[in-house]
């Protein structure tokens, strides 16, 4: 596991779907600032690697969980890897939106879902884990039987590992933090002297940058 940790940790860092900027952070929707920036959705523009992931979010499925009944995708930044992986596995495919559909028949989940069908959702991201787990929420009460949770990228912040056992939802990851930040400082990414800067963050990433 160890190893394609480290292989897509150096292939988002080579197609700059990570970018690092301690000297001017980013700012998350969550209003956290961060100096990493994560957008998993430029792997869909890169075959090869949009087949790994693909490949290896449907093996972890089948490894962690056993074949389930439905792959269900978070919008909007999982839908298109969810689909790849549901159609690796062969299995059917839904999204959970964010929020209710404001008109129409007013959906929260896309696509045709039983109760009791027994669902993996698929994340590109987790950071605080808020919107992944609102996602979990949803197909529960739809009914839905929520096995876990795959994501290309963890954070891997313990708010995020409490909310999730909390809501008793295992969640297996391709990547992690701990891997990038090695793989960056090894292939030049990263200096060694940003390490402390990073873990300050890593630690309180709420309070980070604060003035």
Not at 89 to 107: A, E, I, M, W
Not at 166 to 189: F, M, Q, R, W
């Amino acid at each position: 596991m160890e190893k394609i940790n480290q292989q897509i940790a150096s292939q988002l860092l080579q197609i700059n779907a990570i970018k690092f900027n301690p000297a001017n952070p980013f700012q998350w929707s969550s209003g956290w600032k961060s100096p990493i920036y994560c957008d998993n959705r430029k792997t869909l523009s890169h075959p090869a690697l949009r087949s790994q992931i693909k490949n290896a979010l449907a093996s972890t499925i089948q490894q962690q969980y056993g074949l389930p009944d439905v792959i269900a995708g978070v919008a909007t930044g999982a839908i298109a890897i969810g689909i790849l992986t549901a159609q690796a596995l062969d299995l059917p495919f839904v999204y959970v939106r964010s929020s209710r559909k404001k008109h129409g028949l007013q959906n929260t989940i896309e696509g045709s879902l039983e109760r009791n069908q027994r669902v993996v959702v698929v994340e590109d991201l987790v950071s605080t884990g808020q919107s992944s787990l609102q996602a979990v929420d949803a197909l529960r009460e739809q009914g839905a039987t929520v096995l876990g949770m795959v994501a290309i990228f963890t954070y891997g912040f313990d708010l995020a590992r409490r909310s999730f056992e909390e809501k008793d939802c295992p969640l297996h990851t391709l990547s992690d933090y701990n891997s990038l930040v090695e793989i960056a400082l090894a292939e030049g990414y990263l200096k060694e002297e940003n390490r402390p800067y990073l873990e300050q963050w890593r630690q309180h990433p709420d309070k980070w940058g604060q003035s």
